[in-house]
């Protein structure tokens, strides 16, 4: 039995032996590129927006006629019925607010679902007019999300006088697109 014992030993021990040096680092090639790991931190933050106000530009540089409908799929019935919507014409390098008036036209606008409309008239006969064809060459659609905060708890304002409250108490006068796009920190 002594001696079943003593070579059970040396069969463990060169066992042992074996596994140590087979999973020895150095010993063969490095094995195949393994997974992509998770995602690490994030990066650093941008620039400050506003996730509540949103810009859209559409060219309106070959639009002709007195009254021009231009598409715009993101004036839904709950954009029409509860935020606020901001219009700008672009003429030369200059944005106007409309409805408005820009030289001798007087331009209003009426929002309907997915159509922003503008109608154009002489602004001394107001008689229809067709402006000169890439005169107004952008429209900007500002949408500013109205929220509960926005008009104040307890008060019978609605949404949408909450926010032009707001912007009026920060001093910003909504026909000055400069300021507009400067208060919410949106791009020109």
Do not use: H
């Not at 040396?10 to 992509?36: K, R």
């Not at 620039?47 to 007195?66: E, H, K, L, P």
């Not at 009426?110 to 952008?138: C, E, H, I, K, W």
């Not at 006088?161 to 009026?168: P, S, T, Y």
Request: net charge negative; hydrophobic share 35%.
């Amino acid at each position: 039995m002594k001696n079943v014992i003593s070579k059970t030993k040396y069969v463990l021990m060169a066992l042992i032996i074996a596994v140590t040096f087979s999973c020895s680092p150095e010993d063969g090639a490095d094995g195949a590129q393994g997974a992509q790991g998770p995602a690490g931190q994030d990066g650093t933050n941008g620039t400050n927006g506003n996730a509540n106000v949103q810009t859209y530009t559409f060219d309106t540089s070959a639009q002709d006629g007195s009254v021009w409908n231009i598409n715009a799929s993101q004036l839904t019935q709950d954009v029409l019925d509860n935020d606020v919507i901001l219009t700008y014409l672009k003429r030369s390098t200059s944005y106007y607010f409309v409805p408005g008036s820009s030289f001798n036209d007087d331009i209003k606008v009426p929002l309907f679902l997915s159509t922003v409309q503008l109608l154009f008239y002489n602004r001394v006969t107001g008689a229809s007019l067709t402006p000169t064809v890439g005169v107004y060459d952008l429209l900007k659609l500002v949408i500013i999300e109205s929220s509960n905060t926005a008009a104040g708890k307890g008060t019978s304002l609605s949404k949408k006088e909450g926010v032009f409250n707001e912007l009026k108490a920060a001093g910003v006068d909504i026909n000055n697109y400069n300021e507009v796009m400067d208060y919410y920190g949106l791009d020109y």
